[in-house]
């Protein structure tokens, strides 16, 4: 039995239950626990940030974020299920996400010059990294196929309504936090730009992350 619906089980009735999801506080903190936990996708949306600015930010966040919600709906339509009876093509996939992430890590340690200044990049370019990086890692469409189940409630499941209220939750509350992460970046880059050593390490440090991210991918 799911912690979800121990929980649920033990404080009785149906009273956390809304539009169908079991657990709604429960939800909602877990969300926020996977997205404080650092990934590809936060430093990539650092990187935007510290190189684009704020517009650059927000940029790499709605990529990463029509990411999120494609692999969320594949995973709702049992995509995952299709991947993961397919290894050869879960392999492909996981291999060509890998190698994108290690390429804008090498791409960032072979950056020259001192970094302080915003890159002449619109906001495209960081719209579509995000995008990739979170399409090329098959591994989310698995994970939310396990995650879901914790937290609907089968007498109460409304079929479309709860997957798409889930939906909004996961990205609402990934703006706010992204938000966070974007406006500190963009406050950090305004103090360090009178020091170029430490922007250089720091665009360093981030490209040395998102090569680790992804040969961590390709061999898990």
């Given at each position: 039995?799911?912690?979800?619906?121990?929980?649920?089980?033990?404080?009785?009735?149906?009273?956390?239950?809304?539009?169908?999801?079991?657990?709604?506080?429960?939800?909602?903190v877990?969300?926020?626990?996977?997205?404080?936990?650092?990934?590809?996708?936060?430093?990539?949306?650092?990187?935007?940030?510290?190189?684009?600015?704020?517009?650059?930010?927000?940029?790499?966040?709605?990529?990463?974020?029509?990411?999120?919600?494609?692999?969320?709906?594949?995973?709702?339509?049992?995509?995952?299920?299709?991947?993961?009876?397919?290894?050869m093509?879960?392999?492909?996939?996981?291999?060509?996400?890998?190698?994108?992430?290690?390429?804008?890590?090498?791409?960032?340690?072979?950056?020259?010059?001192?970094?302080?200044?915003?890159?002449?990049?619109?906001?495209?370019?960081?719209?579509?990294?995000?995008?990739l990086?979170?399409?090329?890692?098959?591994?989310?469409?698995?994970?939310?196929?396990?995650?879901?189940?914790?937290?609907?409630?089968?007498?109460?499941?409304r079929g479309?309504?709860?997957?798409?209220?889930?939906?909004?939750?996961?990205?609402?509350?990934?703006?706010?936090?992204?938000?966070?992460?974007?406006?500190?970046?963009?406050?950090?880059?305004?103090?360090?730009?009178?020091?170029?050593?430490?922007?250089?390490?720091?665009?360093?440090?981030?490209?040395?992350?998102?090569?680790?991210?992804?040969?961590?991918?390709?061999?898990?």
């Amino acid at each position: 039995m799911s912690p979800a619906y121990h929980s649920r089980s033990i404080r009785g009735g149906d009273d956390m239950g809304w539009m169908g999801i079991s657990d709604l506080p429960t939800f909602v903190v877990a969300v926020l626990v996977f997205l404080a936990i650092p990934g590809p996708g936060t430093f990539a949306l650092l990187t935007a940030t510290a190189r684009g600015g704020v517009r650059g930010g927000y940029a790499a966040f709605f990529g990463l974020a029509l990411g999120d919600q494609i692999l969320l709906w594949l995973a709702a339509g049992g995509v995952a299920a299709l991947l993961a009876a397919n290894p050869m093509l879960f392999r492909g996939v996981q291999w060509l996400g890998a190698a994108y992430l290690v390429w804008i890590g090498v791409q960032l340690l072979r950056s020259r010059g001192d970094g302080a200044g915003m890159v002449s990049m619109g906001s495209g370019h960081w719209f579509r990294q995000g995008l990739l990086i979170t399409l090329l890692n098959p591994k989310a469409v698995l994970f939310y196929m396990a995650f879901f189940p914790l937290f609907i409630d089968p007498a109460q499941h409304r079929g479309l309504a709860t997957f798409a209220t889930m939906s909004v939750l996961i990205c609402v509350l990934g703006l706010l936090y992204c938000s966070l992460l974007i406006l500190a970046g963009h406050a950090l880059r305004a103090r360090v730009a009178r020091d170029p050593r430490i922007t250089t390490w720091l665009r360093r440090i981030a490209g040395a992350c998102l090569v680790g991210f992804g040969v961590r991918l390709a061999f898990n």
